[in-house]
């Protein structure tokens, strides 16, 4: 079955650069249609998309946080990293790892989910 | 701001049927089939109920459907029940330049 899950630290200062790891089973990145995506929940607020990476190595951002954002994947180790930088105290949320899938008629969704970090961003 | 507009809440009493909707525009909702609704639990992480518009994964119950008219689409949930209670959020895919995956703001449900 499929399952991801989130790790990185509960809390980092600020200016510092956080760096998350997905670490997913039950299917491969390298798989056409396959995709990651990193997500974000503020305390009470909504969603927010972040960034997404495909099988084929391309990488989407969010424009407004473009400049701080990177997304790689290690497809030998099942995993896909998140790198933040110049972290503020209004970036503390709850970080979360969903698959995209592409299907072959062009459907798009997350369809599993990590059970996110919560991260705080505190000196 | 979220880039697709959703009412902050709703209610509604056991066995009613209450309606989300989510406005997007022609780069978003009103262009592509991609819509997808998602349930949210306090504390726990988002479960996807439908998919492209108006399609359910399996385990999802009938009583959720989806809709989609011009650049609004809407999730309506038919004979509520206590544990309906939870957070909507819905999900586009968006030719924007700005982005690729956009989220509503969120709406609370409470069966009363």
């Known amino acids: 079955q499929v399952t991801l899950r989130e790790s990185g630290p509960a809390l980092v200062k600020p200016t510092q650069t956080l760096t998350l790891t997905c670490t997913f089973s039950?299917?491969?990145?390298?798989?056409?249609?396959?995709?990651v995506s990193w997500i974000r929940q503020p305390p009470g607020k909504a969603l927010e998309w972040l960034a997404l990476?495909?099988?084929?190595?391309?990488?989407y951002y969010s424009t407004s946080l473009k400049t701080r954002l990177t997304i790689s994947k290690d497809t030998s180790k099942n995993q896909v990293v998140l790198t933040m930088t110049n972290m503020d105290p209004v970036d503390t949320a709850t970080y979360y790892c969903?698959?995209?899938?592409?299907?072959?008629?062009?459907?798009?969704?997350?369809?599993?989910w990590g059970q996110g970090t919560l991260v705080t961003v505190s000196s | 701001q979220s880039a697709l507009t959703q009412p902050p809440s709703v209610s509604g009493s056991p066995g009613q049927s209450v309606t989300i909707s989510c406005t997007g525009t022609?780069?978003?909702?009103?262009?592509?089939?991609?819509v997808s609704w998602y349930q949210q639990p306090p504390g726990t992480a988002p479960k996807l109920m439908i998919y492209?518009?108006?399609n359910r994964p399996s385990g999802v119950p009938d009583r959720f459907s989806g809709s989609k008219s011009g650049n609004t689409a809407s999730l309506t949930i038919s004979g509520l029940q206590a544990e309906d209670e939870a957070d909507y959020y819905c999900?586009?895919?968006?030719?924007?330049?700005?982005?690729?995956?956009?989220f509503g703001g969120g709406t609370k449900l409470t069966v009363l």
């Open positions: 969903a698959r995209y899938t592409i299907s072959a008629a062009g459907n798009r969704y997350h369809d599993y």
């Open positions: 039950g299917f491969s990145l390298s798989t056409s249609g396959m995709c």
């Open positions: 990476i495909d099988w084929d190595d391309d990488k």
């Open positions: 022609s780069s978003d909702v009103g262009s592509y089939n991609r």
């Open positions: 492209e518009v108006s």
């Open positions: 999900s586009s895919y968006t030719s924007s330049s700005t982005s690729y995956v956009v």
